[in-house]
Structures are given as structure tokens and as C-alpha cells.
């Protein structure tokens, strides 16, 4: 997978190359980057169609927001389907029956002995699992194409947010920008990273400010819990069955719990670690979720960003565009409202 994101990169970068002190719109570039990793990472090698599939997903999500926003009268959508509902319908069967093709053609490959196996893709994990000797074990096709559209939703929106404010706070923070240059260089040196790269615990001024990019701007805006029996939580008495949102920017933003300076960039804050940043309250940083339904895909998510980080670093000095307008908007995820306009000068 590694090579694949470091491929993406690449030619993202090489793209860049002509708009070098020009201004560059980087939320669409990492959206397309991002999109490129996770469509190869999930169908491997029938990635281009993976992509029709993640830009339907892409629409479902945006007509599933806009519904979130409007205001229903309960049971009367079920009777009297709005455009959106009617949209968002045809929107999951056809990307149910494109799932069902690729998932078939797959099959096919291997049947006819064009393929000796399903791969190592995503997909293919998921086949295993549908073909699992032990019944017990065994999904279905249904929750096969469910986990591709978790696998896509959890996975590449959020990846896209954090690259961008990552690359806004390292912008205005030329300071941080410098040291996180001087670190890759000092450790990948001027090539491209090599496969481990991403997760090497020398790039540690790097992990630093990815930690304190997703405490100041946490990707994912709500973590569900509900609640399987009354329970006391301090002094209140949460009864059974109702249903909790945890706020991770709340909670990252409060000062009793990180201090005055709360709202100020400091990637300082974790440099003994996350442990020690949070006082040891694992709940005081939950980017991730906590406990056992923790992101699945946070080190795919650090490995991602900062091998993409590393290889900007490496190349360009940047900072932030005139143009640029801070609006931290809610999609599917915290993104800048109106794009982040970065300006990107060779080294
Ligand atoms: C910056 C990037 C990411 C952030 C901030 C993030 C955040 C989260 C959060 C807050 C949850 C809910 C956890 C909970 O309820 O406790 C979650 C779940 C999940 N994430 Fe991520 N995620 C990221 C990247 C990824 C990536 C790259 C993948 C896949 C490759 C992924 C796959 C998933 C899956 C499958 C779940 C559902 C797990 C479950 O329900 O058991 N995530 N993520």
C-alpha cells in the first residue's frame, strides 16, 4: 500500500511542477490524492473503477449532509420522498450494482484461472471472508459492499481534511515549517521515502504536528455511543438506550483541559508523546474515537500523511495565498469552506 501512496504523491507533485509561485487550490489536490490511495488500497488493481464507485460515494455523502441539514416531519419522508431522498436512492443502488460487478469480475478471474488468487487489496480481504470455510465466519455480499462504503467514507474525507489543515498551520507557522523540513531532510534525506518511512519514529517533530493539527481541527465532528444500560456518568444519570455525541473539537478545545493557551498552535504539546500531552486522560484527545471501536485506520491515516507531508517538505517552501479565506465548514468532515489556496516556491 505504502508504495502505492508514494506513487500518488509523486505524480501529484509532478503535476505541481507548473504551477511553481503560482497559487495552488490544495483541498481538490488532496481530495484527488487521497481518492487515488484509498480507491488502490480497496480494489487494488481495478482502482479506475473504484473511482466511479468513490466519486457516487462522494455525491450519496453530499446529498446525505444537505438532508441532515433540513428540517422532517418523522414517518412523512417514508411516504412523500423529497428530491434528496429520491437522489440519494438511485445514488446507493448503483453503487451497489457497480460493487456487485467489480466483485464479480473478480470471481470470474479467479475461476478461469486468469488471477491465482484475489489479491491483497481491501476487496479481496473481503472475498476471503465471504468464501471463509468456517460458516460462522462467513459475510455476506450485502456486508461486503456495506464495508467498502465505510471503508471509503471513514477513510478518504477525513485523510483529505487533515492533510489540508496540516498544510494551512505549516504555512502560517514558517517556524514549524522549517523544523519539519530540517527533520526530513536530517532522516529521508532529498529522495523519495522508501516504504517505511511513513511509519519511522524518527520523523518525530512531523508526528508532533499532526497530533496537534488533529487536536486543533479534528476531522471527524461527532463519536456516537449508546448507551446499553443506565449509567452515571459524574453527575448525571444517562438512561439506557439514549444515544451520546462526543465532540472531539469540544473537548480538544477545552482549557480546563489543555490550558489558556488552548487555541494556539503548539505542537510542543506532544513532544513527550500523547500520554503526556493529555495528562494521562486518554479522553482529553479523541481524533480517533476511543476504545474498541477506535478508527481502524489511523496508522494507514499517519503513514499517509506523513509520507505526502514529507515529500511537499522536500520540495517546497510554501505559504498562504491572499486568496484564502478561514471558514472552518462542516461536511462530512471539517474542512475550509472555500478551499485553501496555498503558493508554492522550489526550494
Ligand atoms: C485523519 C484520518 C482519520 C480520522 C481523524 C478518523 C477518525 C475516526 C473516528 C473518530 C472514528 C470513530 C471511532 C469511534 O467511534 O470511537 C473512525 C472509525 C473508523 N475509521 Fe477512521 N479516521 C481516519 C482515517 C481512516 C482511514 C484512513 C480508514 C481506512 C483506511 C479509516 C477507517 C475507519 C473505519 C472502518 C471506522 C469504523 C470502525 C468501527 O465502526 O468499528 N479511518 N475513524
Given at each position: 500500500?505504502?508504495?502505492?501512496?508514494?506513487?500518488?504523491?509523486?505524480?501529484?507533485?509532478?503535476?505541481?511542477?507548473?504551477?511553481?509561485?503560482?497559487?495552488?487550490?490544495?483541498?481538490?489536490?488532496?481530495?484527488?490524492?487521497?481518492?487515488?490511495?484509498?480507491?488502490?488500497?480497496?480494489?487494488?488493481?481495478?482502482?479506475?473503477?473504484?473511482?466511479?464507485?468513490?466519486?457516487?460515494?462522494?455525491?450519496?455523502?453530499?446529498?446525505?449532509?444537505?438532508?441532515?441539514?433540513?428540517?422532517?416531519?418523522?414517518?412523512?419522508?417514508?411516504?412523500?420522498?423529497?428530491?434528496?431522498?429520491?437522489?440519494?436512492?438511485?445514488?446507493?443502488?448503483?453503487?451497489?450494482?457497480?460493487?456487485?460487478?467489480?466483485?464479480?469480475?473478480?470471481?470470474?478471474?479467479?475461476?478461469?484461472?486468469?488471477?491465482?488468487?484475489?489479491?491483497?487489496?481491501?476487496?479481496?480481504?473481503?472475498?476471503?471472508?465471504?468464501?471463509?470455510?468456517?460458516?460462522?465466519?462467513?459475510?455476506?455480499?450485502?456486508?461486503?459492499?456495506?464495508?467498502?462504503?465505510?471503508?471509503?467514507?471513514?477513510?478518504?474525507?477525513?485523510?483529505?481534511?487533515?492533510?489540508?489543515?496540516?498544510?494551512?498551520?505549516?504555512?502560517?507557522?514558517?517556524?514549524?515549517?522549517?523544523?519539519?523540513?530540517?527533520?526530513?531532510?536530517?532522516?529521508?534525506?532529498?529522495?523519495?521515502?522508501?516504504?517505511?518511512?511513513?511509519?519511522?519514529?524518527?520523523?518525530?517533530?512531523?508526528?508532533?504536528?499532526?497530533?496537534?493539527?488533529?487536536?486543533?481541527?479534528?476531522?471527524?465532528?461527532l463519536v456516537t455511543r449508546k448507551a446499553a444500560r443506565e449509567v452515571r456518568l459524574g453527575e448525571l444519570t444517562i438512561p439506557a438506550n439514549v444515544e451520546l455525541r462526543i465532540?472531539?473539537?469540544?473537548i480538544?478545545?477545552?482549557?480546563?483541559?489543555?490550558?489558556?493557551?488552548?487555541?494556539?498552535?503548539?505542537?510542543?504539546?506532544?513532544?513527550?508523546?500523547?500520554?503526556?500531552?493529555?495528562?494521562?486522560?486518554p479522553s482529553?484527545?479523541i481524533?480517533?474515537g476511543f476504545g474498541p471501536r477506535?478508527?481502524?485506520?489511523?496508522?494507514?491515516?499517519?503513514?499517509?500523511?506523513?509520507?505526502?507531508?514529507?515529500?511537499?517538505?522536500?520540495?517546497?517552501?510554501?505559504?498562504?495565498?491572499?486568496?484564502?479565506?478561514?471558514?472552518?465548514?462542516?461536511?462530512?468532515?471539517?474542512?475550509?469552506?472555500?478551499?485553501?489556496?496555498?503558493?508554492?516556491?522550489?526550494?
Amino acid at each position: 500500500m505504502v508504495p502505492a501512496m508514494i506513487e500518488a504523491a509523486d505524480s501529484m507533485l509532478d503535476k505541481w511542477k507548473k504551477e511553481e509561485g503560482k497559487e495552488i487550490e490544495v483541498f481538490e489536490e488532496f481530495r484527488l490524492l487521497t481518492s487515488e490511495i484509498i480507491s488502490r488500497a480497496a480494489f487494488g488493481s481495478s482502482y479506475v473503477e473504484g473511482k466511479t464507485i468513490f466519486d457516487m460515494l462522494m455525491k450519496f455523502g453530499g446529498i446525505v449532509h444537505m438532508s441532515a441539514l433540513k428540517t422532517r416531519i418523522p414517518i412523512i419522508g417514508k411516504f412523500m420522498p423529497n428530491r434528496e431522498d429520491i437522489e440519494s436512492v438511485k445514488c446507493e443502488n448503483e453503487i451497489r450494482r457497480k460493487i456487485l460487478e467489480i466483485i464479480e469480475e473478480r470471481e470470474e478471474k479467479v475461476k478461469k484461472g486468469v488471477k491465482d488468487g484475489y489479491g491483497n487489496d481491501y476487496l479481496a480481504l473481503l472475498l476471503k471472508a465471504n468464501q471463509d470455510p468456517n460458516v460462522s465466519k462467513q459475510i455476506s455480499i450485502q456486508d461486503m459492499i456495506d464495508d467498502c462504503k465505510t471503508f471509503y467514507f471513514a477513510g478518504q474525507d477525513t485523510t483529505t481534511t487533515l492533510l489540508s489543515w496540516t498544510c494551512l498551520l505549516l504555512a502560517t507557522h514558517q517556524d514549524w515549517q522549517e523544523k519539519a523540513r530540517k527533520e526530513v531532510f536530517e532522516v529521508i534525506g532529498n529522495n523519495n521515502p522508501t516504504p517505511d518511512d511513513g511509519t519511522n519514529p524518527k520523523l518525530k517533530t512531523l508526528t508532533m504536528i499532526i497530533n496537534e493539527t488533529l487536536r486543533l481541527y479534528p476531522p471527524v465532528l461527532l463519536v456516537t455511543r449508546k448507551a446499553a444500560r443506565e449509567v452515571r456518568l459524574g453527575e448525571l444519570t444517562i438512561p439506557a438506550n439514549v444515544e451520546l455525541r462526543i465532540s472531539p473539537t469540544a473537548i480538544h478545545h477545552d482549557p480546563d483541559l489543555w490550558g489558556e493557551d488552548v487555541h494556539i498552535f503548539k505542537p510542543e504539546r506532544f513532544s513527550e508523546g500523547v500520554v503526556k500531552a493529555t495528562n494521562n486522560n486518554p479522553s482529553a484527545y479523541i481524533p480517533f474515537g476511543f476504545g474498541p471501536r477506535i478508527c481502524v485506520g489511523f496508522n494507514f491515516a499517519y503513514t499517509e500523511v506523513k509520507l505526502v507531508v514529507a515529500m511537499i517538505l522536500q520540495r517546497y517552501h510554501f505559504t498562504i495565498s491572499s486568496a484564502y479565506v478561514h471558514s472552518p465548514a462542516i461536511h462530512l468532515s471539517t474542512r475550509p469552506q472555500h478551499g485553501l489556496q496555498i503558493i508554492f516556491n522550489k526550494l
